[in-house]
């Protein structure tokens, strides 16, 4: 049975991103103490940029040990890793070059590859990391996400395969509008995650927050976020005002 979503409302993208910081420092630490290691899954997207740059300041980057945190993607595109759409690339500036990561850490997904074997690719390398057992699902540490203004989350976009896959744990992920090919975690390794981190801003993802997060009958959908569920970990939602400005008041509004 899954837990009910967390919704948390900032004042701006700076208070949200900071907070993020405060929570991605908090589960780190967690894991670290209980399993001595931190397995974390990045997502791309604008708001995680300035999450990254506050994490490898000088405050934030001395209150976790980071040579514990093994760093995932949620997704990635068919770009080489040094292309300026590349998530990894943008993590890597933001966040692995100035903390110093060292490469053994960083998991990324080989976006230079075809699709396929990027996924094959990717899943074998969370098959080591993670040492789940044939059949079962691993368990990352975190998992953060963000949301397209058409529902989408990592690279699981509405109307497509991705969503119903129920054995692989990463696939290829396109875009209905046929851009560019992509690749994704599943649903089924995102559902098992201890922590489940979305991070939305801006008033034009106002109206797809609210009919994820407050489904009324007649809405459309499913979203691929709305199939965000963890089963037994927490699912957080960190919004920005405009992003949940379409959101029944609560007394704290
Ligand atoms: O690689 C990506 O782009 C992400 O995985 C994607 O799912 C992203 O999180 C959303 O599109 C929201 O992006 P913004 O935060 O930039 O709006």
């Known amino acids: 049975m899954s837990q009910a979503p967390e919704i948390h409302r900032f004042s701006d993208t700076q208070e949200l991103t900071r907070a993020a910081a405060e929570l991605f420092l908090e589960v780190g630490r967690q894991a670290i103490t209980q399993r001595n290691c931190f397995l974390a899954a990045l997502s791309g997207g604008s708001t995680p940029k300035t999450l990254y740059s506050i994490l490898a300041s000088e405050d934030y980057a001395q209150q976790l ?3 514990k945190v093994h760093f995932l993607f949620g997704d990635e595109r068919s770009v080489p890793p040094t292309h300026v759409d590349s ?3 943008m993590a890597n500036a933001m966040l692995f070059s100035p903390l110093h990561i060292p490469s053994t850490q960083i998991h990324r997904i ?3 590859d075809p699709p396929e074997a990027a996924a094959a690719h990717y899943e074998t390398t969370l098959r080591h990391l993670t040492a789940a057992v044939p059949g079962q699902w691993p368990q990352l540490d975190l998992v953060l996400l963000g ?5 989408h989350t990592a690279s699981l976009f509405p109307g497509t395969a991705s969503l119903t896959e129920g054995t692989r744990w990463v696939v290829p992920g396109t875009s209905p509008q ?7 975690l599943t649903l089924g390794v995102i559902n098992h995650a201890s922590v489940v981190l979305f991070l939305v801003a801006g008033r034009n993802k106002a109206a797809v927050v609210r009919r994820v997060l407050e489904q009324r009958p007649g809405d ?7 199939l965000v569920r963890p089963e037994t970990g927490r ?9 949940a400005s379409e959101l029944t008041p609560t007394t704290d509004d």
Do not use: I, K, Q
Request: proline fraction near 8%; aromatic fraction near 14%.
């Open 235 to 243: 699912l957080l939602w960190y919004l920005d005002h405009a992003a």
């Open 110 to 112: 080989r976006g230079e």
């Open 65 to 67: 040990d980071w040579s």
């Open 87 to 89: 998530n990894f690339a």
């Open 178 to 184: 046929g851009t560019r090919a992509r690749v994704t």
């Open 220 to 226: 459309p959908g499913p979203y691929p976020a709305a």
């Open 147 to 151: 949301m397209g203004d058409d529902g």
